[in-house]
């Protein structure tokens, strides 16, 4: 009863006219996220109406359901919903559960390797430090794989989430390095719906995850691509999308604002050494 009487003397003055429940709020994430009334009673009208189709633990989290509620920031539950049960339909339909665990994923990643390393900000929440060594986009396009391309997003997206969900939290940061972006093998124009995928298959199935997506050493001519995604992306994504040039005093500041120097490797400011 006493350490109860403490936690109310800590909690309430701070939350002032926000009510906790415990019982509504099976899952706040890592950092106790707190949603506000409103939230709150959206969430218990959108579990209850999307319920008969969460078929894994994590769909039924406040965490996982929250980012798909922010969709337009102004909690329509209809909305939600539909996108919601569109996405997982998809997600069944063509097996993007499993998709991290593919031999063909595995072998494509063995011919377009990344350098994928793990990071926390200082908050708690997850981040990937993603590097594309050999990649040759318009070699993919132009063989006719951009289905698999794509798949590959996925994959990459599943990956960093399924980091997210371990740690109950309800966003991840991307950061990549641009350095080896290149006109004739990334910015073609067979290379351009390969952006228009990433960025609609980040909207439809991974909406409000991204607390940050940067990218680093972005030489000019990646404004074509960017020019395009940018317009696809919902207003929420515009804001966290950070596009930042050669100057690595700008960007590692900014790095360094989210994270310790022992979370980013090298390449990104950092002192971590990454395992490969």
Same mark, same amino acid.
């Given at each position: 009863?006493?350490?109860?009487?403490?936690? =109310?003397?800590?909690?309430?003055?701070? #939350?002032?006219?926000?009510?906790?429940?415990?019982?509504?709020? &099976? #899952?706040?994430?890592?950092?106790?996220?707190?949603?506000?009334?409103?939230?709150?009673?959206?969430?218990?009208?959108?579990?209850?109406?999307? *319920?008969?189709?969460?078929?894994?633990?994590?769909? +039924?989290?406040?965490?996982?359901?929250?980012?798909? @509620?922010?969709?337009?920031?102004?909690?329509?539950?209809?909305?939600?919903?539909?996108?919601?049960?569109?996405?997982? +339909?998809? *997600?069944?339909?063509? =097996?993007?559960?499993?998709?991290?665990?593919?031999?063909?994923?595995?072998?494509?990643?063995?011919?377009?390797?990344?350098?994928?390393?793990?990071?926390?900000?200082?908050?708690?929440?997850?981040?990937?430090?993603?590097?594309?060594?050999?990649?040759?986009?318009?070699?993919?396009?132009?063989?006719? +794989?951009?289905?698999?391309?794509?798949?590959? =997003?996925?994959?990459?997206?599943?990956?960093?989430?399924?980091?997210?969900?371990?740690?109950?939290?309800?966003?991840?940061?991307?950061?990549?390095?641009?350095?080896?972006? =290149?006109? &004739?093998?990334?910015?073609?124009?067979?290379?351009?719906?390969?952006?228009?995928?990433?960025?609609?298959?980040?909207?439809?199935?991974?909406?409000?995850?991204?607390?940050?997506?940067?990218?680093?050493?972005?030489?000019?001519?990646?404004?074509?691509?960017?020019?395009?995604?940018?317009? #696809?992306?919902?207003?929420?994504? &515009?804001?966290?999308?950070?596009?930042?040039?050669?100057?690595?005093? &700008?960007?590692?500041?900014? #790095?360094?604002?989210?994270?310790?120097?022992?979370?980013?490797?090298?390449?990104?400011?950092?002192? +971590?050494?990454?395992? @490969?």
């Amino acid at each position: 009863m006493a350490r109860l009487q403490l936690i =109310n003397f800590i909690i309430v003055p701070a #939350l002032v006219l926000i009510s906790i429940n415990i019982a509504d709020s &099976q #899952l706040r994430g890592h950092a106790d996220e707190i949603y506000t009334i409103k939230e709150k009673q959206a969430l218990k009208q959108f579990r209850e109406a999307v *319920r008969e189709s969460l078929y894994l633990d994590y769909q +039924k989290y406040d965490s996982y359901l929250i980012n798909w @509620l922010r969709i337009g920031k102004n909690l329509d539950v209809d909305r939600a919903k539909e996108a919601l049960l569109s996405s997982l +339909k998809y *997600r069944k339909d063509k =097996n993007i559960n499993n998709v991290v665990d593919e031999e063909v994923m595995l072998n494509f990643h063995k011919s377009y390797p990344a350098t994928f390393g793990q990071a926390i900000d200082k908050i708690g929440d997850p981040a990937y430090q993603v590097t594309f060594h050999t990649w040759d986009i318009r070699k993919v396009m132009i063989a006719g +794989k951009r289905e698999i391309l794509n798949r590959y =997003n996925f994959f990459i997206f599943e990956s960093i989430t399924n980091v997210m969900r371990a740690r109950n939290a309800s966003h991840w940061i991307f950061l990549t390095d641009m350095s080896n972006y =290149n006109l &004739q093998k990334h910015a073609c124009l067979a290379c351009l719906p390969y952006y228009i995928d990433v960025v609609t298959t980040y909207e439809r199935h991974y909406p409000n995850s991204a607390k940050y997506i940067i990218a680093i050493n972005t030489p000019r001519l990646f404004e074509a691509a960017s020019n395009l995604m940018i317009p #696809l992306m919902s207003a929420e994504t &515009q804001k966290v999308y950070k596009i930042f040039g050669l100057d690595k005093e &700008q960007w590692s500041k900014f #790095l360094l604002e989210l994270f310790d120097k022992n979370q980013l490797t090298k390449q990104y400011g950092g002192t +971590k050494s990454l395992k @490969l």
